[in-house]
């Protein structure tokens, strides 16, 4: 039957509610609701019951949320989450890079992007921007695996063709001719979209990055991926790398990179003439607090993002993240903020992981929410789930109260089933893949 109706407590956003305001008319609370699907869509939401014709499922109680979009996860670094004792570059030399060159052959990288995938839905998370590896078979595996699951995903074959072992390396000229063949096969086919992943300024020579901005402005629709200013060693090997350039920013500026379909991961060492120029761009930061944190990195100034007018999103960042989670990022990135003493209310981090996340990434009119005519794209989460959250739950007053004490304390747990396209694809009864 394609017309469904599940029954539940709808919360979704209807505009960007601000950094801290508790009361917001940006909030849409529909508790014990409808939501209609259509072939997939979300026809209507509404308080009464729909006729015999539909299909209906009753999650009564539940937390019904859109899916959430982590904007930024890397698909091999799966299998090195959870890595001990370094920080970021030596990080990649020891954990990270061992465990893409595995990657090279094409079936290790097919089983892991069904596997990641399915991880993903499991957290909740029904849409992300995605680095594969260096090898052009990974991004079709993930392309693959994504369009099995009619999952709407950004992902690219990472760019490198420098101070990476020589497995990883593209040969001159040759990944931008991979990336293109890939983005010809999956650029705007079964919700998928293509970015140039130039994994960051210090893996390609000045050559590849102008290859890839000349890719960028040829294809239209397509997005950027990148990392961007993550620590203070980084940024300080780049002005070494680029002494020309006034920023780290600015290399990927020159270089053609800097778009309104740019997504730059971290974006912590920044200063007010970078955050001008993203705003002018129309770029965003994919805020990745959990692996600031784990890696040492830093701590992002939200609130001056905020003030240049920076879309920011929310994004795990596993491996260097240690959680898919989102609202396990919701809850690090309200405690980095909270050092700052900016207390973010939960409508501000929700919407950095659902509407905010889409509108960042130009699919507002596709996932993020409930609107008629967006993908039925959601997750149904238990308000409560063991003794703790049971009785804070229960001592809860009013809205933001319950959802700031939910997104604080939920765990993988608390979710019930996860839906990709009207379709349930994590949670019992679940149906398994179809080969699209
Ligand atoms: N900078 C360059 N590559 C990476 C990566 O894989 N993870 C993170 N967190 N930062 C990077
Ligand atoms: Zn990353």
Redesign the pocket.
């Known amino acids: 039957m394609s017309q469904i109706a599940i029954r539940g407590d709808l919360l979704d956003l209807t505009r960007n509610p601000g950094l801290t305001a508790v009361a917001s008319d940006a909030v849409r609370w529909r508790p014990d609701n409808w939501l209609l699907i259509d072939s997939g869509v979300i026809a209507a939401v509404t308080p009464e019951a729909p006729g015999p014709d539909w299909q209906r499922i009753d999650w009564r109680g539940h937390l019904i949320l859109p899916g959430f979009i982590d904007a930024h996860v890397?698909l091999p670094?799966l299998e090195v989450i959870a890595s001990h004792g370094t920080g970021?570059l030596d990080w990649?030399e020891r954990y990270?890079f061992p465990a893409e060159l595995r990657y090279a052959d094409p079936a290790h990288a097919e089983r892991c992007a069904q596997r990641f995938l399915d991880a993903l839905l499991e957290h909740g998370t029904t849409s992300a921007a995605v680095?594969a590896t260096v090898h052009e078979a990974s991004a079709d595996a993930l392309a693959q695996a994504a369009a099995d699951r009619q999952m709407r995903v950004i992902g690219g074959k990472v760019l490198m063709d420098r101070h990476a072992p020589a497995g990883l390396l593209d040969p001159a000229g040759g990944g931008i001719e991979a990336a293109r063949r890939q983005i010809r096969r999956w650029h705007g086919r079964q919700r998928q979209s293509c970015a140039v992943t130039v994994?960051?300024a210090?893996?390609s020579t000045g050559e590849q990055l102008t290859q890839a901005g000349r890719l960028l402005a040829e294809i239209p629709d397509l997005y950027m991926q990148t990392?961007l200013a993550?620590t203070r060693d980084?940024v300080a090997w780049i002005a070494s790398l680029f002494p020309q350039a006034r920023s780290y920013l600015d290399v990927y500026a020159r270089h053609g990179l800097l778009g309104p379909r740019s997504v730059f991961?971290?974006g912590i060492w920044l200063d007010a003439a970078d955050r001008d120029a993203l705003s002018r761009a129309g770029a965003c930061i994919a805020h990745?607090p959990g692996?600031n944190l784990f890696?040492g990195s830093g701590l992002l100034d939200w609130q001056a993002l905020d003030a240049a007018a920076v879309a920011v999103s929310l994004a795990s960042?596993v491996?260097?993240g240690t959680s898919l989670l989102l609202p396990r990022a919701m809850a690090q990135a309200y405690e980095i903020q909270s050092l700052h003493g900016l207390r973010m209310s939960a409508w501000a981090l929700l919407h950095a992981a659902t509407r905010g996340a889409a509108a960042a990434l130009r699919l507002e009119h596709e996932i993020g929410s409930f609107e008629p005519g967006c993908s039925a794209d959601f997750a149904v989460w238990r308000w409560h789930e063991g003794t703790l959250q049971d009785w804070r739950q229960a001592n809860a007053r009013e809205l933001h109260e319950r959802v700031f004490a939910w997104l604080i304390l939920a765990t993988q747990s608390n979710l019930r089933e996860t839906w990709v396209h009207g379709r349930r694809v994590a949670g019992p009864g679940a149906t398994a893949p179809q080969h699209a």
């Open positions: 890397h670094q970021l990649l990270t680095f994994r960051f210090a893996t990392h993550e980084e991961a971290h990745c692996s890696l960042d491996g260097g």
